[in-house]
């Protein structure tokens, strides 16, 4: 990764402190299809690194675009739309397999953990709600959901625990109970609802996705 004559500064919103500043960027790569040795369509991608100056961790942001992405031509100049996402830390999920109101909740709760860690876990809670909801929970109370997603077997018995801590430390943000909370505790009810919703989104429509892909593979195969 080029790290060198790399001067400029740009204002990114530092997903691990929560601070919008200038940011020096502080590495640069790019690639595309002119590194292809033969390529009939062109793209090109450039990732840069950029260093927080006020919790001095790093950001990763990459920037892509295509022959597809015209956004705009006349008879001197062509220019190519493109797009950019934060790859680090991460802030969102990349998947169209999230029902939109868990991950607009999810995404929420990523984007202030290091903000408001009270409010994060709120948001949390609200996101396993609504995850239940989504999965057939019919009562009322965030406590009654979770007797019924035990009850229907929705989650391993490793989940289903941590849905007891979500819980609790969600009560405790809302209600200002007097249990201490900790940037810990909001790391990892973050990365136990990731999982939940690995497990009962994002992984079956990829379990679905290669098993179409095994299928044609099979199918391909030469008949004994």
Known sequence: MRSCDLPEEEIIKCFHCGNETPMPKVGEYSWG??????????FFYKYELFACPVCHKVTLREIYSDETMIGYFDR?????????????????????????????????????????????LMSIRRTLELILKDNGATKWGLSDKIKEAAKKEL?????????E????????????????????????MIEFVGFIIKYLYIMPDKMKEYKKHFKRKLDAMPKE
């Open 155 to 163: 989650l391993p018995d490793t989940l289903m625990e941590a849905l």
């Open 33 to 42: 299809s002119r590194d292809e040795e033969f390529s009939d369509f062109d």
């Open 165 to 188: 801590w979500i819980k609790q430390l969600g009560d405790t943000a809302a209600h200002d109970k007097k249990l201490e909370v900790d940037q810990y505790d909001v790391e990892n």
């Open 76 to 120: 001197y100049q062509v220019r190519c739309d493109e797009t950019n996402r934060i790859l680090f830390p991460l802030n969102t999920i990349d998947s169209a397999s999230v029902p939109g109101a868990i991950k607009k909740s999810y995404d929420a709760a990523l984007k202030i953990k290091c903000i408001d860690e009270y409010a994060c």
